[in-house]
């Protein structure tokens, strides 16, 4: 018999005959063998079943590193579709992918999955984990599995099978049930290890709205209970702080129907907090040298085809309002052609630059409505935009300003769980970012000079780019460690060529800008968003709507009260004044519940004695205080926040 020659995960090399399987080759001595679910052979995921044929290398891939719970997510996802269709015959299979920290799997039916069906299945998944079923992999040739999948009625595998350019197709079999499927998967059905059904959703059949619809089951699956149970506890705590609860409970913002989804209302409240923001940012952004200006959200739409957008954004864009003087105007997806006008309006000279265009600017963006989500993904939105005109040499000064400049904001918020990511082109796709090798390889090598010199660490991400530069996005991760792009820098030698821009160097010859994009704070809707769950709606005094809320005991108190509250608002703090007649404890339940940072009570004693009696958000009481100090600790309170103090 053949030999071939094995190098073992430790280095160790041996001669074994040739069709050995994996599972043949782990010993005792591999460390936990329950753990090991899967292997790699030359690096290529497989199962612990193969046949290894000829010499190679050989890892173990162990249940609780990120490509062993994927092949435990993916092993889940059959078992519960093989549950699904033991339960509910008829029902048919389509595609079952895991996603982060899961799977799902849609299935043709008509009616969603309840939540009692939802346990059914889990009860079901369970029973076929016990039975041991064991996981199998054959490959047959195509016609083949299109036959069967026919036989079976499972139309949607026969139109996936159809669209594989392989010849032969590889199914996975456990007990009854078979699907397609690439693999690997576990070894047996009772290697499953802890799963949840998390819920279920309508989701086009290949993504596409014209297509039926489909019932999708979502699940978590983890390599030990524990892991399962710390999973569902961040998952309940990223509930309590979704941002679309509290903004309805703190009185926020809201998305009415009669509006439209993606077109966000802010309510008082909520617009207090984005007024202070705005103010904020702009003040830093003045005396960082950034001008600002207004310009509106409709332009031409020639301006668009002009600047590349038309060809490269329309997707994004609504369509084309057209007047019957042929007028066609559009909703601005992005500001830049408006900064980029105002840029071209005068002469500059290489004295003037950078120039630094500032604007809140308003867009409209049309996001697919499957994206949307509070105010975090919208069509209308406010970006904190700036576009920075400058030479060449001036490229690298810019951007490293930009980048301190979103570290020390990030600062002021209290950031601290995000990270840098170098936002590059699909070098194949011409479509969403044009065409110059030369230009790319250019701005990329500017931008990692920059993230260089501030010497941080960052994510290559292709295909992440703008189609008219790459960028380095900074990437915010919420409780369950989603990322979504706070702040921004771009850069971008493709505009400037669009529109010729210029300005006058040195040698009076006239040069080419370039143009940095960036956002700090994002849209105002985004980072409220963002503010929102990272404060769990606890917003620092600086930002809260309200900060102080004066509580009276009984009607007898409400003259003394009123005057505290009109000197503290007179002063520019943001009161309010809570002189009904109910019960102390639930109006403290209240203003807990609204939750202001500071609740100040009013009874006998403190009108006696001209005091005020605080109390903080959280509980803790302060001892009875003049107003004059107690309005001291506010001010050294917001002083330490700003990082002033
Ligand atoms: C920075 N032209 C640049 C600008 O000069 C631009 O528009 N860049 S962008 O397309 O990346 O958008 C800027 C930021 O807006 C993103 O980084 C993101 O934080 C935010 N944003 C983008 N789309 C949405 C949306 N649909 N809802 C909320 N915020 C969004
Ligand atoms: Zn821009």
Redesign the pocket.
Known sequence: MENIQVTLPGGQSIQVRRGIRIDELMSPTDGDQRDVISAKVDGRLVDLSRALEKDCALEWISVDSPEGLDVLRHSTAHLMAQAVQSLFPGTQVTIGPTIENGFYYDFKRTDPFSQEELEKIEKRMAELAQAKLKITREEVARGEAIEMFRKMGEDYKVEIIQGIPEETVSLYRQGDWVDLCRGPHLPSTNAVRAFKLTGVAGAYWRGNEQNEMLQRIYGTAWHSKEALKEHLRLLEEAKKRDHRKLGQELGLFMISDAIGP?LPLWLPKGAMVRSILERYIVDIERSMGYQHVNTPQLARVDLYKRSGHWDHFKANMYPIMEFENKEELVLRP???PHHITIYKHGLHSYRDLPIRLAELGT?Y?Y?RSGTLSG?????A?T?N???IFCTPEQIQAEAVGVLRLIERVYKNFGFKDYWYRLSLRNPTDQVNFVANDAMWDTAEAHLRRALGEVGVAYKEAPGEA?YYGP?I?VQLNDVLGHS?????V?LDFYLPERFELEYVDKDGQYKRPVMI???VI??M??MMAFLIEHYAGNFPLWLAPVQVRILTVTDGHKEYAKKIFEQLRDQGWRVELDGRNEKLGYKIREAQIAKIPYAVVIGDKEVAAETLAPRRRGGENLPPAPLVDFIRRLESEVAQEMGAA
């Open positions: 993606g992005m500001n830049c867009m963006r996001e105010l975090s993904r919208v069509r939105m970006l935009d700036a576009h703008a960028k996005d979504e792009t706070l702040s921004t771009q994009h960036r956002g994002s849209t809707e985004r």
